[in-house]
Nanobody, 123 residues
Framework: QVQLVESGGGLVQAGGSLRLSCAASGRTFSSTYAMGWFRQAPGKEREFVAAIRWSGSIDYADSDSVKGRFTISRDNAKNTVYLQMNSLKSEDTAVYYC??????????????WGQGTQVTVSS
């Protein structure tokens, strides 16, 4: 089993920043697993945000929704992935889910999910 525990969500004003963290653990987790983030805004489907492979290779959502504002990183020694979110907008309000998958994070449905952490951006 793999456990993913997120932290760092909260309430922030538009233009502010937050950093999400996610620590992975479990008997079957391997540091070679890819890790990433999805989000789900109220009334919308879950969407891929960003992912990072063990090698450090990074993918961001194809849309311009997060590019240039969000940065994903990981610490392989700590089995932890981070999402630095800057210049936050009200449309970034969502539950953010940490995900993990073998080698590459699926953009449709990754293998492992965290419980989610709420990010609310006030305008």
């Amino acid at each position: 089993q793999v456990q993913l525990v997120e932290s760092g969500g909260g309430l922030v004003q538009a233009g502010g920043s937050l950093r999400l963290s996610c620590a992975a653990s479990g008997r079957t987790f391997s540091s070679t697993y890819a890790m990433g983030w999805f989000r789900q805004a109220p009334g919308k489907e879950r969407e891929f945000v960003a992912a990072i492979r063990w090698s450090g290779s990074i993918d961001y959502a194809d849309s311009d929704s997060v590019k240039g504002r969000f940065t994903i990183s990981r610490d392989n020694a700590k089995n932890t992935v981070y999402l630095q979110m800057n210049s936050l907008k009200s449309e970034d309000t969502a539950v953010y889910y940490c995900v993990s998958d073998k080698f590459v994070v699926s953009r449709s449905w990754p293998l492992y999910w965290g419980q989610g952490t709420q990010v609310t951006v006030s305008s």
